[in-house]
Structures are given as C-alpha cells and as structure tokens.
Nanobody
Framework: QVHLVESGGGSVQPGGSLRLTCAVSGFTFTNDYMRWYRQAPGKERQLVAT????????DYADSVKGRFTISRDTVGKAVYLQMNNLSVEDTAMYYC?????????WGQGTQVTVSS
C-alpha cells in the first residue's frame, strides 16, 4: 500500500521560506508523478507543482513559478517542496499526491501560514 507522510509546515513571515517534505513508502519512483496541492479555507484545491519520473520533469502553477521548487531525494524516498519568498496568499493546507496510472494516494496535509 502506498503511504505518504507530510511534514515541514509552519508559520513564517512574508518573504520567508519553508521546505515541505513528503516521505513515501510502498512504491519506487519509476513511471509516476508526485504533486503538491494546496487548499485555503473556502477555496478550491489548487495544483501547485508536479514532478514526473522518469526524467524529473517539473511544472508549476503560475502563482509560484520562480519561488517554489519541487524535487526528490535520489537516495531515500521523499519529495520536497522548497518555498521561497512566501506571501500571505500562500497560506493554505499543503497536500502531497502520488499517482501511477490509476493509483492515486494523498498525504494528510501540512499547514503553511504566512503572516506578519
């Protein structure tokens, strides 16, 4: 069974940085996708970043391009979301998602709060 555990959320000031971690088990990165989503209260869940294997292709939402970076641990099993120059609009619950074919698994989410 695929299992995702997210961590790294917290509270930061505008302009600050956080790195989210998605620890994965139950699979090996091959022909699959890792994605980060976020959802703010009262808002729809938004796709933030995608990492596709093989090849480590990445895609980002326009709102985070140049500020967020999705990457993976080449030794262990983890996917990261480095978030720089955070703004209040980035405040949300962030979720990690794994997909291979029809198999989709979500993490539990980690809260990111950006405020002065």
């Amino acid at each position: 069974q695929v299992h995702l555990v997210e961590s790294g959320g917290g509270s930061v000031q505008p302009g600050g940085s956080l790195r989210l971690t998605c620890a994965v088990s139950g699979f090996t990165f091959t022909n699959d996708y890792m994605r980060w989503y976020r959802q703010a209260p009262g808002k729809e869940r938004q796709l933030v970043a995608t990492l596709a294997m093989p090849g480590s292709r990445t895609d980002y939402a326009d709102s985070v391009k140049g500020r967020f970076t999705i990457s993976r641990d080449t030794v262990g099993k983890a996917v990261y979301l480095q978030m720089n120059n955070l703004s209040v609009e980035d405040t949300a619950m962030y979720y990690c998602q794994y997909r291979r074919g029809s198999l989709i698994t979500w993490g539990q989410g980690t809260q990111v709060t950006v405020s002065s």
